[in-house]
Nanobody, 123 residues
Framework: VQLQASGGGLVQAGGSLRLSCVGDAFFNSYAWGWFRQAPGKEREFVPAIGWSGRTLYYADSVKGRFTISRDNVKNTVYLQMNKLNTEDTAVYFC??????????????????WGLGTLVTVSS
C-alpha cells in the first residue's frame, strides 16, 4: 500500500492545517515522522512520534506550533500545524521507522516514505 500524505493546501500566514498519513496493517509496528522539503533546500525533520504515541520529538522551528499524533485504530499519523508562516512552505512527507535504536531525527532512519503533500503559506 502506497503511503500518501494529505491535507496540504494554500493557507495564509497565521493559519492552520492538519496533515494526515494513512498506513496499512503494519502501521502499529512502526514509529513515524514527518519531514519537509522546501524548493531548493534539503529535506528536513519536522516531528516524530514513537510506537505508543507518548515519545515525541520536534524540530526547534516548529515547537509550540506543530503537534504530531497517531491513531493506532485508524492507522493514521497526523500533523496539526498552527501559526503557519511562510518558512513552513514545503512538500511534507510522512515516513515510517522500524528500528527502535535508530535516530528519529534523521531521514536515514526511515525506510518507508509516503507521497508528499504541498503546503503553501502566503504572507
Amino acid at each position: 500500500v502506497q503511503l500518501q500524505a494529505s491535507g496540504g493546501g494554500l493557507v495564509q500566514a497565521g493559519g492552520s492545517l492538519r496533515l494526515s498519513c494513512v498506513g496499512d496493517a503494519f502501521f502499529n509496528s512502526y514509529a513515524w515522522g514527518w519531514f519537509r522539503q522546501a524548493p531548493g533546500k534539503e529535506r528536513e525533520f519536522v516531528p516524530a512520534i514513537g510506537w505508543s504515541g507518548r515519545t515525541l520529538y520536534y524540530a526547534d522551528s516548529v515547537k509550540g506550533r506543530f503537534t504530531i499524533s497517531r491513531d493506532n485504530v485508524k492507522n493514521t499519523v497526523y500533523l496539526q500545524m498552527n501559526k503557519l508562516n511562510t518558512e513552513d512552505t514545503a512538500v511534507y512527507f510522512c515516513a515510517a521507522r522500524g528500528d527502535y535504536n535508530a535516530d528519529p531525527l534523521t531521514s536515514e532512519s526511515y525506510f518507508r516514505w509516503g507521497l508528499g503533500t504541498l503546503v503553501t503559506v502566503s504572507s
